[in-house]
């Protein structure tokens, strides 16, 4: 059976997911303003990590957070629509986070820990997808 009312944690859920999107929109500006002077006054690691980004990777990132925010906002809104930039959010982030952990020295200048957010980051944007899908399938996303 189809409802269109949906569960009493899923507006909390969507908030925080919206949220989180904007820190990441927040991370998204404070890396990609990064002025010189500051990248300069990073441990020589983090420097060449900072220097040695790929511009598909910042691509990347871009459409992660805008596409999850995006995605976040339908959501609230429970409309279907939310499902496109949600699943090229996941894409996104599925490979910025690739790359990040397994194609830089990231683990080397940050230590095993690394692995953490980036895992973190697929996860929420692969639930907040399902969220999405299992809506649509029940009918409370239209």
Request: glycine content about 8%; aromatic content about 14%; some cysteine.
């Amino acid at each position: 059976m189809h409802s269109t009312t949906s569960p009493a944690w899923y507006k909390p859920i969507v908030i925080l997911a919206f949220l989180w999107n904007c820190i990441g929109i927040f991370n998204f500006y404070s890396q990609q303003t990064m002025s010189a002077d500051e990248i300069a006054q990073l441990p020589s690691g983090e420097q060449a990590l900072m220097l040695d980004i790929p511009l598909w990777t910042i691509i990347a990132f871009g459409i992660g957070v805008f596409g999850g925010t995006l995605g976040s906002l339908g959501l609230l809104m429970k409309k279907a629509w939310s499902k496109t930039p949600l699943l090229l959010s996941l894409i996104a982030v599925f490979f910025q986070m690739g790359y990040w952990l397994f194609f830089t020295k990231s683990v080397v200048v940050y230590g095993p820990t690394t692995y953490i957010m980036p895992l973190v980051v697929i996860l929420i944007a692969y639930l907040l997808l399902k969220l999405c899908l299992n809506g649509i399938r029940k009918g409370y996303i239209h």
